[in-house]
């Protein structure tokens, strides 16, 4: 029940902040212009609910020569593709904001594991022992409250699984509240890395 509730609440807020924000959308679109040549949107195929793929929207945070489809952590030196307004996108979580789109278009969730790109074999299959792939990706998700990119792939799996047993209008409130928290602290971004916090631990 809650499912076809979750889906309600999706479409209305996310075309109440996109009308917001349209203001933004504007100003971050005519930055990521001036700043570097190429498109203002970063497209990229994403796995969705059921593992199907979808087109993910991005505001652009990178050169146009960045390898496409590989995920940050495993690019030499992340920190040289990424543009100066790209930078300031990625900390402030900006870049996201078009995913309000996919939100409308019924391909993401406000809350929900975030999409896995679709060669992330490792990602995937993790997520499937937990049933994380038979939901709709998020804009957040319990995960990214809990560590975001300094999560190992197995720990970051096993927090979608628990979302996944625990969804509830209360439950994405928390996590809702908790991700506006984390992005006004700049917390969990890590380029280039991931299982820092695991890391850490060992040293």
């Known amino acids: 029940m809650y499912k ?3 889906r309600m609440i999706d479409l209305i807020l996310s075309l109440f902040a996109a009308a917001v924000l349209s203001p933004v959308f504007l100003l971050t679109a005519a930055a990521v212009k001036i700043d570097s040549k190429g498109p203002v949107l970063f497209v990229q195929k994403r796995v969705g609910k059921d593992k199907k793929l979808f087109d993910m929207f991005k505001f652009r945070t990178m050169r146009t020569d960045t390898p496409h489809d590989m995920p940050t952590h495993l690019l030499s030196d992340p920190e040289a593709y990424i543009t100066k307004v790209g930078k300031f996108l990625r900390k402030s979580s900006l870049d996201e904001l ?12 406000i809350v929900g594991p975030r999409p896995a790109l679709w060669n992330q074999d490792d990602l995937i299959a993790e997520r499937d ?6 939901i ?4 957040t998700g319990w995960a990214q409250v809990n560590g975001r990119d300094e999560l190992e792939i197995p720990i970051k ?4 699984g628990e979302y996944v047993k625990k969804m509830s209008l209360p439950f ?3 996590c809702i509240v908790e991700t506006a928290l984390q992005v006004l602290k700049h917390e969990g971004v890590v ?4 299982g820092v916090l695991n ?4 040293d």
């Open 157 to 160: 799996a096993a927090y979608d």
């Open 172 to 174: 994405d409130i928390k």
């Open 136 to 139: 709709r990706p998020g804009l």
């Open 4 to 6: 076809i509730v979750k």
């Open 98 to 109: 078009p995913q309000l789109f996919n939100i409308i278009k019924g391909d993401m969730s």
């Open 129 to 134: 022992k937990y049933g994380a792939n038979a």
């Open 199 to 202: 890391a850490a631990a060992k």
């Open 191 to 194: 380029e280039g890395g991931t």
